[in-house]
């Protein structure tokens, strides 16, 4: 195998990458400045050896704890939590929410034999529990679909256990959307016309 086809074959494994737009890729790389390759390249090998999920939330982050958990600006009263990393940005981006997060890793999918045990489900009840009733509020905002909802319902009956008032994010999502996807204006649409569970 060629060096271009095997860069071709490892870009095209990316989510959202298929062959034709991973030879793009690629021909965009060999036309460029040698430098260009390079850059990105450092890039990457980085983004390999220094990220690292948070201690605390799950986040990616370059230390040990993530610059929103760090920050003591937040809101330490309400935890958001969501499936992955990509859905923190997605909402923080909104700039409508001020409080703290939880990085699930997953949703429950028990057809892939994803149960709770696979997901940082434990790690969010230490949380509640450990944070002596600061915690007031969980936002359960995982995707809308069938998996994200049993996740959801199962995370409901946990957390509501615990103490904490359980919302979950307002219906202006559609249906079988990812949060990575939904644009900034309906995440805080959705954050603010939160409703009880």
């Known amino acids: 195998m060629s060096v271009i ?10 989510p959202g990458v298929g062959p034709k737009t991973a030879t793009r890729l690629v021909h965009h790389l060999m036309k460029s400045p040698p430098e260009e390759g390079r850059r990105l390249a450092r890039s990457i090998l980085a983004l ?3 990220i690292r999920p948070c201690s605390t939330c799950g986040n990616f982050s370059e230390s040990e704890r993530c610059a929103i958990c760090s920050d003591p600006e937040r809101d330490r009263s309400v935890i958001c939590v969501v499936e992955t990393a990509v859905d923190v940005r997605s909402i923080d981006g909104s700039g409508q929410f001020r409080g ?3 990085v699930l890793g997953g949703r429950l999918s028990p057809l892939d034999g994803v149960g709770p045990e696979d997901l940082r489900v434990d790690e969010l009840v230490q949380r509640i529990r ?3 009733g600061e915690v007031r509020e969980v936002i359960l905002a995982t995707n809308p679909s069938v998996e994200g909802e049993a996740t959801a ?3 409901e009956e946990l957390v509501r256990s615990i103490g904490p008032r359980v919302t979950r994010l307002a219906r202006g999502i559609p249906v079988g959307s990812d949060l990575e996807y939904v644009d900034h204006s309906t995440l805080a649409e959705a954050l603010s016309g939160r409703r009880e569970m």
């Open 100 to 102: 703290l997060y939880h």
């Open 48 to 50: 390999v050896e220094r």
């Open 130 to 132: 450990g944070s002596e």
């Open 5 to 14: 086809d095997e860069v071709v074959r490892h870009f095209g494994r990316l």
């Open 153 to 155: 319902v199962y995370l």
